[in-house]
């Protein structure tokens, strides 16, 4: 397993957000899609496959930072592009499309 180096600095602002059904953390700060991957490893405890879902704009320009970061961490990314837009974004939307690519679900967390 991946041990957070001791020289990562805290994030400038960390939040919990609730929802009704699955609240999630939304960090902040200068620096974050760098260090993304720890930031996870810190949140999730351990390295995993997780599934980097952004739409073809966004991916377009931090894809590759962001999978960087990750594959650093030790995390194995599997990268996943959808139509911009907000119809694309639907739950069973994303599930679907990460069950269609990933070749054994129960191997991919959805964080």
């Given amino acids: 397993m991946t041990t957070i180096p001791p020289q990562a600095k805290p994030v400038a602002l960390d939040v919990h957000v609730a929802s009704e059904d699955l609240g999630y953390p939304v960090i902040v700060g200068t620096g974050t899609l760098r260090r993304l991957g720890r930031e996870l490893l ?18 377009a320009l931090y894809g590759q930072r962001a999978r960087e970061s990750l594959e650093d961490a030790g995390f194995k990314v599997l990268p996943l592009t959808i ?14 499309l990460v069950g269609q690519k990933a070749v054994d679900l129960s191997q991919v967390e959805v964080l």
């Fill in 42 to 59: 810190r949140f999730h405890g351990r390295t995993c496959t997780v599934a980097l879902i952004s739409d073809e704009n966004v991916a």
């Fill in 83 to 96: 139509p911009p837009g907000e119809m694309s974004k639907t739950p069973e939307r994303l599930l679907d």
